[in-house]
């Protein structure tokens, strides 16, 4: 009898786990963003990979469960942080920026939102625990070691800026003020060519002009209408540009366009096109550019924070807020940054760079090299944070984030480390239980029941 009670109660809290992921699943990618089942597939065989891939393709279940636990480290409601909205350790590149430097920094806004700076912070310290373990960090205490060395050099970089040590403005990463397995990844950029990319995705056809190989199995034709929309909105983009940036007239003539596959595993099921334009480099066979055109749709947190209606007066165009989410974040950000409307689908664009660079996992070949490379990202991390204020033309927030940020940490900050080192060893342990189940449900529901639309 009390075997069968247990039982019981083990099975029933399985099944209410499983109805919400169910749920979840259905309404988000199913009913609001509309992806069919061909793309769905995609994504959820990429979730099924490991409890971290899969914690990167459920940003949704993420933020159903933390928008409703009273963190005690919140900022004040009065006081939101412009947020990431998906900060993991893969969201993290190489990249050469506006006047050439190679520097480390986020690489992706497309969840770019308002709110507590201590969503950014959670995501961010489940992904160490599950990259930790990934690696064969499998002891509890190791883990919760990185998770307050990446807490701690956060709150440090942010006392630098409330004391004007540093300025968010201006501070960037690289090879100079990095170390381990971020400093590899610059050190191997620096023998890249411009043309990296070039030589990567494109061919010179019969006719001697440069286009994109169609042979490259994640390039893809697109159709004539296809191809005709985008031009058409490629005035629209280039008026969203800085006036006076790009003075050639030809500059942004559009030589070919492709579809691009095999996307990030949030953003499968997005459109994205690769765009070659003409440029204007003295050297006609490097002037060549590489656009990529990104399908954008409203960010993952909105559905589960309170409504902010200023926010969403100023960004009624879903790239236009991606976009400015990444000035906001990036010192001498993308030049190309852009925004359009291609049918009834918002998009942003973007270069291609030629040192876009993910950091290697198999460069984590030591506890050190793990360490050093979360230390780097929770400077990373409040620089974002610090940058995305007052302090940037264009913000929303009329105060230093940076100081409301840690008005509240300071109040105990033992007790802050204390709760997002528990937290996130306990929160762990639920996706890699909610990936056991999701791995249920593809094999009970999911593959059986949908059919191809």
Not at 92 to 116: A, I, K
Not at 301 to 319: I, L, S, T
Not at 386 to 413: F, M, N, W
Request: hydrophobic share 30%; no cysteine; glycine share 4%.
């Amino acid at each position: 009898m009390v075997r069968d009670m247990q039982e019981t109660i083990r099975e029933t809290n399985k099944v209410l786990r499983k109805n919400a992921l169910h749920t979840i699943l259905e309404q988000l990618d199913n009913r609001v963003m509309q992806i069919n089942k061909k793309e769905r597939k995609k994504k959820y065989n990429k979730m099924k990979q490991d409890p971290y891939n899969f914690f990167r393709g459920s940003a949704y279940l993420f933020y159903y469960d933390v928008s409703r636990i009273p963190f005690q480290f919140h900022t004040p409601a009065d006081k939101p942080t412009w947020i990431m909205g998906d900060m993991h350790l893969d969201n993290f590149s190489t990249f050469e920026d506006e006047e050439g430097n190679l520097v480390f920094d986020v690489d992706d806004f497309d969840e770019g939102y308002l709110g507590s700076y201590l969503y950014d912070l959670l995501r961010m310290v489940v992904s160490i625990r599950l990259t930790a373990e990934k690696q064969g960090i499998t002891d509890d205490k190791d883990e919760d070691k990185l998770v307050k060395a990446y807490l701690k050099s956060y709150r440090k970089q942010l006392k630098k800026f409330t004391k004007q040590e540093e300025d968010p403005v201006t501070t960037v990463f690289t090879i100079e003020n990095t170390k381990g397995p971020i400093k590899k990844a610059l050190k191997k950029l620096e023998e890249r060519k411009e043309t990296h990319e070039l030589t990567k995705q494109t061919i010179t056809n019969e006719d001697g002009v440069r286009v994109f190989d169609r042979n490259k199995e994640k390039l893809k034709e697109v159709s004539a209408n296809e191809y005709k929309a985008i031009q058409k909105a490629w005035d629209d983009y280039q008026s969203t540009l800085p006036i006076g940036k790009f003075k050639e007239d030809h500059h942004f003539e559009i030589k070919d366009i492709v579809k691009k596959l095999g996307s990030g595993v949030s953003s499968t099921g997005l459109n994205r096109y690769f765009v070659l334009i003409e440029g204007n480099h003295p050297d006609k066979n490097k002037d060549d550019i590489i656009l990529e055109v990104k399908e954008a749709r409203p960010p993952v947190p909105a559905y589960f924070f309170e409504y902010n209606e200023n926010f969403w007066q100023h960004y009624n165009h879903q790239g236009e807020r991606v976009i400015d989410t990444q000035k906001a974040m990036h010192h001498k950000a993308d030049p190309y940054l852009g925004f359009m409307d291609i049918g009834n689908r918002s998009y942003y664009v973007r270069e291609r760079s030629a040192f876009d660079k993910d950091i290697d996992h198999d460069d984590f070949t030591s506890y050190k090299a793990i360490e050093q490379t979360v230390k780097t990202m929770g400077k990373i991390s409040a620089k974002i944070h610090a940058r995305a204020d007052a302090d940037v033309k264009k913000g929303l927030l009329a105060y230093h984030s940076e100081e409301a940020i840690l008005d509240t940490i300071e109040q105990d900050r033992k007790g802050f480390t204390r709760e997002l080192v528990t937290w996130s060893r306990f929160y762990k342990k639920q996706v890699e239980e909610d990936y056991e189940y999701f791995l249920e449900w593809l094999e009970t529901y999911f593959y059986k029941n949908k059919k191809e639309n």
